[in-house]
T-cell receptor, first 114, second 117 residues
Framework: EAGVTQSPTHLIKTRGQQATLRCSPISGHTSVYWYQQALGLGLQFLLW???????NRGNFPPRFSGRQFPNYSSELNVNALELEDSALYLC?????????????FGQGTRLTVV | DQQVKQNSPSLSVQEGRISILNCDYT??????FLWYKKYPAEGPTFLIS?????DKNEDGRFTVFLNKSAKHLSLHIVPSQPGDSAVYFC????????????????FGQGTILTVHP
């Protein structure tokens, strides 16, 4: 069974540009979560999508957005990139949302803003 | 506001000995706690979890202890092996009112564990 896959693995963008990161969840998983791990920090929750809808978002500005497609894959878009957006972006998926839910993570996309 | 804290950035242990990783939380709404392990260039992988109705959960060499009154949990690895060397993240979740998910996790900053042969 394929795990959570993310693309691209690495992405280099210039300040002010837009970045698009992609995530394919494990088959059968309907919830997708996005996290940011900036240098020296823990994983910070960004967004949660379930059944095509944004259900919750973390404390990030509106230029961080995304969507979930009918096949449950997801995109994270970061507009007007700033240098501090450089981070590892991790996607996770889960089959449910109740207690004992286990979120499985992809390998991440390393975004570098120059 | 760091709701989940891992105050030790790093821990060094000899192979065969016990590794104890600690985690504190401040949000009393958290009722499910997890430990993840992360190698460089890989995503975190789930290790072990514990519900707030328990105070201990064991899985092979890994045991998680929860002290709700102190809002503290710890991960014990016995015996430690060099392959255990990684970053360990403590995470917490809850499904309080307002529509959220136990899959939405609040992470600590991580502890780098190094197990020496």
């Amino acid at each position: 069974e394929a795990g959570v896959t993310q693309s691209p693995t690495h992405l280099i963008k210039t300040r002010g540009q837009q970045a698009t990161l992609r995530c394919s969840p494990i088959s059968g998983h309907t919830s997708v979560y996005w996290y940011q791990q900036a240098l020296g920090l823990g994983l910070q929750f960004l967004l949660w999508y379930d059944e095509g809808e944004e259900r919750n978002r973390g404390n990030f500005p509106p230029r961080f957005s995304g969507r979930q497609f009918p096949n449950y894959s997801s995109e994270l878009n970061v507009n007007a990139l700033e240098l501090e957006d450089s981070a590892l972006y991790l996607c996770a998926s889960s089959q449910g949302t109740g207690v004992n839910t286990e979120a499985f993570f992809g390998q991440g996309t390393r975004l570098t803003v120059v | 506001d760091q709701q989940v804290k891992q105050n030790s950035p790093s821990l060094s242990v000899q192979e065969g000995r016990i590794s104890i990783l600690n985690c504190d939380y401040t949000n009393s709404m958290f009722d499910y706690f997890l430990w993840y392990k992360k190698y460089p260039a890989e995503g975190p992988t789930f290790l072990i979890s514990i519900s707030s109705i328990k105070d201990k959960n064991e899985d092979g060499r890994f045991t998680v202890f929860l002290n709700k009154s102190a809002k503290h949990l710890s991960l014990h690895i016995v015996p430690s092996q060099p392959g255990d060397s990684a970053v360990y993240f403590c995470a917490a979740s809850s499904a309080n009112a307002g529509g959220t998910s136990y899959g939405k996790l609040t992470f600590g900053q991580g502890t780098i564990l190094t197990v020496h042969p």
